[in-house]
């Protein structure tokens, strides 16, 4: 497809437990972000990935978070040991080349659901 | 100081009307500022893009720009029902991250 890529689009799990998110971004585009989305509220930056650089990792909650970038395409964000409080719309979005200009496109996200 | 910041609203306008939209931000040096419409349950969309002070028009939408005073903010001519949607304002902070931090939006509803 022609846009950015998220998957599962929904995700039910029990507190406790591990999950993975997965975004498939616009082909050629090296900047990657991930958004948190909580009901009602703002986008919550959680980390950046331009190319081959270091990650910008300054928006994540808690240790329980990580994410990878491999091949710098497809992208996974991990939560570990999930707690209620994590759920929420999980936003990816991408944009093309490397500047300041470059506007996002996002993904029609997963919505996270922890019990 | 939050790095991006809008009035939450709700903003409500009559159909027909001017709706004007608002945002600060606080990195000096930030280039690129970006207005996106976020429909409920859906995704940002992009629906303009600034960056240069002064107006820039598409359609019914104008964004403005002020670098000195830190500001942008959107105007809607002749707003429609269909424009009732969150708008979130989005700001590309200074090298070397060049990456992108949204406001927390203001919600838009245009009254028939």
């Known amino acids: 497809g022609a846009g950015v890529s998220q998957s599962p689009s929904n995700k039910v799990t029990e507190k406790g437990k591990d999950v993975e998110l997965r975004c498939d971004p616009i082909?050629?585009?090296?900047?990657l972000y991930w958004y948190r989305q909580s009901l009602g509220q703002g986008l919550e930056f959680l980390i950046y990935?331009?190319?081959?650089?270091?990650?910008?990792k300054s928006g994540l909650p808690s240790d329980r978070f990580s994410a990878e970038r491999t091949g710098g395409s497809v992208s996974t964000l991990t939560i570990q040991r999930t707690q209620q409080e994590d759920s929420a719309v999980y936003l990816c979005?991408?944009?093309?080349?490397?500047?300041?200009?470059?506007?996002?496109?996002f993904g029609d996200g997963t919505r996270l659901s922890i019990l | 100081q939050k790095e991006v910041e809008q009035n939450s609203g709700p903003l409500s306008v009559p159909e027909g009307a001017i709706a004007s939209l608002n945002c600060t931000y606080s990195?000096?040096?930030?280039?690129?500022f970006f207005w996106y419409r976020q429909y409920s349950g859906k995704s940002p969309e992009l629906i303009m893009s600034?960056?240069?002070?002064g107006d820039k028009e598409d359609g019914r939408f104008t964004a403005q720009l002020n670098k000195a005073s830190q500001y942008v903010s959107l105007l809607i001519r002749d707003s429609q029902p269909s424009d009732s949607a969150t708008y979130l304002c989005?700001?590309?902070?200074?090298?070397?991250?060049?990456?992108?931090?949204f406001g927390a939006g203001t919600r838009l509803t245009v009254k028939p």
């Open positions: 979005a991408s944009s093309s080349g490397q500047g300041a200009n470059q506007p996002q496109h």
């Open positions: 082909s050629g585009h090296t900047a």
């Open positions: 990935f331009q190319g081959n650089s270091a990650p910008d």
């Open positions: 990195d000096r040096v930030s280039q690129s």
């Open positions: 600034i960056y240069s002070n």
């Open positions: 989005a700001v590309t902070l200074s090298p070397p991250g060049n990456d992108m931090r």
